[in-house]
């Protein structure tokens, strides 16, 4: 197999989103695609020119994040990911990840020196309503350029939290700060009564049995994996399973 490896272009991203759909992940878009490459790495591997898989990373306060690693099924087990993940990482000593409980993937990262840590569980509940829809604030917190990536992606940023309002489900992608249950507990009375309500956030964090008394459960979970080197903020709850 005659594999080549270069940074991912435009005319690639409707063959990153068919491979990430395949390999279970069918929420990829355009402006993802194009924000990863902007502000981290987004390498592609070629086969004859075809696209057979991608790797991406962000960089997370001084550490580089694995945003994503997938290879095309029919191309799997050929040593493209680790190939992918080489390119990808190999300027940066400090690496952590949330994707993934996938096999292949836990074992590159061990690889990698990203050990398995925790699990990062996503919950679901249901919004209550009863209050006026979230206002927009005035970010309180870090990663100024990923807040305005999920701006542009049409999410509300308010003083502490980053939520995602859509048709009958409502996304909470980020919460910062000291108080995450009172930014959640507008998110929950801000929402349509009944809509869904999904977050994703470490296992051992205080806020998942606040949620399970609020009536959430968990629907999902990916595994944290990081270097030594990576410590935990305790300001951070919740997070994208994507960008951190
Ligand atoms: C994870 C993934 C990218 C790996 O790509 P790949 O090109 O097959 O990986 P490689 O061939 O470079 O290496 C995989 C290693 O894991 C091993 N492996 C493969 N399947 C495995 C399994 N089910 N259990 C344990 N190890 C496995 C391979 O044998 C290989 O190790 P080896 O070279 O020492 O034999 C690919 O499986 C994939 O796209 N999975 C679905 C998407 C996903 O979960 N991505 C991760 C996070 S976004």
Do not use: K
Not at 22 to 44: C, E, K, N, Q
Not at 95 to 116: D, I, K, N
Not at 192 to 201: E, H, K, N
Not at 219 to 238: A, E, G, K, L, N
């Amino acid at each position: 197999m005659d594999l080549e490896l270069r940074r991912a272009v435009p005319a690639d991203f409707t063959a990153l989103r068919a491979i990430a759909a395949a390999g279970g992940s069918p929420d990829g878009d355009d402006r993802y695609f194009a924000f990863v490459g902007s502000i981290g790495t987004l390498m592609v591997a070629t086969v004859d020119r075809l696209v057979v898989g991608f790797a991406g990373v962000v960089p997370v306060r001084g550490s580089a994040m694995v945003s994503d690693l997938f290879v095309d099924p029919a191309h799997r087990a050929h040593g493209v990911g680790r190939r992918l993940l080489r390119s990808v990482l190999d300027d940066h000593a400090s690496r952590l990840t949330f994707s993934s409980t996938h096999p292949a993937a836990l074992r590159l990262y061990a690889e990698f020196g990203m050990v398995a840590d925790e699990r990062l569980v996503t919950m679901d509940g249901v919004a209550v309503g009863g209050s006026a829809p979230l206002m927009p604030g005035s970010w309180q917190h870090d990663r100024p350029e990923v807040i305005d990536h999920f701006r542009r992606s049409g999410a509300v940023i308010t003083n502490h939290s980053v939520v995602r309002v859509g048709v009958g489900d409502v996304e909470v992608w980020r919460v910062d700060g000291h108080e995450p249950e009172r930014a959640l507990s507008d998110v929950i009375a801000a929402g349509a009564p009944g809509d869904r309500i999904s977050l994703s956030m470490l296992e051992s964090h205080p806020l998942v049995s606040w949620l399970q008394r609020q009536g959430f459960h968990e629907t999902d979970h990916d595994i944290w994996c990081r270097t030594p080197s990576v410590t935990r903020t305790t300001m951070v709850s919740c997070v994208h399973r994507g960008l951190g």
